[in-house]
């Protein structure tokens, strides 16, 4: 998935305009979803409270799977939003106004042997 989110910054995606934005705010829903389900464990990790029996660790790891992803599409935690924010500031081209400092191109120290 992180595959996925770094093609799209880098326009690689192979799809154009609403296409490869569309793709782009799914791959950020994905990994607002991957990040809430590793909450999800951890947190049920700490409070020993997992599922007991057969196959209880497997149920329990697709049933917070399967909550990640709502919680994902149904609120707004703004973790998709704000890496898909990130996506397209990146993606743009900086000019010399837009970086720190203003002055364009950034030299290597050449102080030290490398």
């Given at each position: 998935?992180?595959?996925?989110?770094?093609?799209?910054?880098?326009?690689?995606?192979?799809?154009?305009?609403?296409?490869?934005?569309?793709?782009?705010?799914?791959?950020?829903?994905?990994?607002?979803?991957?990040?809430?389900?590793?909450?999800?464990?951890?947190?049920?990790?700490?409070?020993?409270?997992?599922?007991r029996?057969?196959?209880?660790?497997?149920?329990?790891?697709?049933?917070?799977?399967?909550?990640?992803?709502?919680?994902?599409?149904?609120?707004?935690?703004?973790?998709?939003?704000?890496?898909?924010?990130?996506?397209?500031?990146s993606?743009?081209?900086?000019?010399?106004?837009?970086?720190?400092?203003?002055?364009?191109?950034?030299?290597?120290?050449?102080?030290?042997?490398?």
């Open positions: 998935m992180l595959h996925r989110i770094g093609a799209l910054a880098a326009g690689q995606a192979g799809a154009t305009g609403n296409g490869q934005g569309a793709a782009a705010e799914k791959a950020c829903e994905e990994m607002e979803a991957l990040f809430l389900k590793q909450l999800l464990s951890e947190m049920r990790r700490a409070s020993g409270t997992t599922l029996g057969p196959g209880g660790e497997i149920y329990q790891e697709l049933f917070d799977q399967e909550l990640a992803r709502h919680l994902a599409g149904a609120s707004d935690l703004g973790l998709a939003r704000m890496v898909q924010q990130q996506l397209q500031r993606s743009a081209p900086a000019s010399p106004q837009q970086i720190p400092g203003g002055a364009g191109v950034v030299e290597p120290n050449r102080s030290r042997p490398v």
